[in-house]
Nanobody, 117 residues
Framework: VQLVESGGALVHSGDSLRLSCAAY????????MMWYRQAPGKERELVAS?????????NYGESVKGRFTISRDNAKEMVYLEMNSLKPEDTAVYYC??????????WGQGTQVTVSS
């Protein structure tokens, strides 16, 4: 099983960015997918999650509500994080995570997002 994130970049405050996570080797549609982030010196925090199957349920961290959108494409086995109105405090390494009850949890290697003011 492998999760591979991409799309991280250096951007300016107010810009938009889309992160992608490709999943390999798991029954993707059966997994709840999440984006986490970790800034230097801080603990890893949940940014957004999307339910398995149809992805009808999404949840967001308070700091990103209204600015970030998580989505999934089961046919492509991809999960995305659309980030708008980026702020310097969004600077972090962003990680993709896959979880299913009774199964191991899987993490990607992370992608760096840096927002300059």
């Amino acid at each position: 099983v492998q999760l591979v994130e991409s799309g991280g970049a250096l951007v300016h405050s107010g810009d938009s960015l889309r992160l992608s996570c490709a999943a390999y080797g798991l029954n993707f549609r059966d997994y709840r997918m999440m984006w986490y982030r970790q800034a230097p010196g801080k603990e890893r925090e949940l940014v957004a999650s999307i339910s398995s199957l149809g992805g009808t349920t999404t949840n967001y961290g308070e700091s990103v509500k209204g600015r970030f959108t998580i989505s999934r494409d089961n046919a492509k086995e991809m999960v995305y994080l659309e980030m708008n109105s980026l702020k310097p405090e969004d600077t972090a390494v962003y990680y993709c995570k896959a979880a299913q009850i009774g199964r191991p949890v899987y993490w990607g290697q992370g992608t760096q997002v840096t927002v300059s003011s």
